[in-house]
T-cell receptor, first 107, second 112 residues
Framework: GQNIDQPTEMTATEGAIVQINCTYQ??????LFWYQQHAGEAPTFLSY????GLEEKGRFSSFLSRSKGYSYLLLKELQMKDSASYLC????????FGTGTRLKVLA | DADVTQTPRNRITKTGKRIMLECSQT?????MYWYRQDPGLGLRLIYY???????NKGEISDGYSVSRQAQAKFSLSLESAIPNQTALYFC???????????FGDGTRLSIL
């Protein structure tokens, strides 16, 4: 079967670093995507990992371990605007999404 | 202008009505998807299409049908709407396997 697990909610302080984990089980794997979704809005693409290791994009980094079925999204220098849900998605020609992690950034 | 456009943005209707949600894109992508999003359940795939002649069921296709009228257009229909189909619906497009999905702004559908 296919399954993705993410924490439901996290809270962090402005300026801090937060790590959002994603574990998955899937019958087919071509890559793992992270999306950001503000309340009531469309998801927007953040990062993509297909090989093991760390991908860095400004304040955002994403890590993948295919052997462990594990990824994390690292957000540095948190800003209030980072308050959103973060969705992990895995698959091949079709993707399965996790239920998302709602991040609250406090002043 | 948005690359992926969904219409309507909001719709309130009654149980038993037939409803069509439309999606059009200017990105030139072959792959198009319909999802619904419910609180606590994340995005769930309803149908997807890789070209005009290719339609595939997703995780939760019961009660829904789709039509791919052209490369740029992919419509979702609820033949006889029921209240548990109340949700936020998203259309998405994608260029290829290693490319991200691009989402429309969503249609908020309420069935009374």
């Amino acid at each position: 079967g296919q399954n993705i697990d993410q924490p439901t909610e996290m809270t962090a302080t402005e300026g801090a670093i937060v790590q959002i984990n994603c574990t998955y089980q899937t019958s087919g794997f071509n890559g793992l995507f992270w999306y950001q979704q503000h309340a009531g809005e469309a998801p927007t693409f953040l990062s993509y990992n297909v090989l093991d290791g760390l991908e860095e994009k400004g304040r955002f980094s994403s890590f993948l371990s295919r052997s462990k079925g594990y990824s994390y999204l690292l957000l540095k220098e948190l800003q209030m605007k980072d308050s959103a849900s973060y969705l992990c998605a895995v698959g091949t020609y079709k993707y399965i999404f996790g239920t998302g992690t709602r991040l609250k950034v406090l002043a | 202008d948005a690359d992926v456009t969904q219409t309507p943005r909001n719709r309130i209707t009654k149980t038993g009505k037939r409803i069509m949600l439309e999606c059009s894109q200017t990105k030139g992508h072959d792959r198009m998807y319909w999802y619904r999003q419910d609180p606590g359940l994340g995005l769930r795939l309803i149908y997807y299409s890789f070209d005009v002649k290719d339609i595939n069921k997703g995780e939760i296709s019961d009660g829904y049908s789709v039509s791919r009228q052209a490369q740029a257009k992919f419509s979702l229909s609820l033949e006889s709407a029921i209240p548990n189909q109340t949700a936020l619906y998203f259309c998405a497009t994608r260029q290829g396997l290693n490319q991200p999905q691009h989402f429309g702004d969503g249609t908020r559908l309420s069935i009374l």
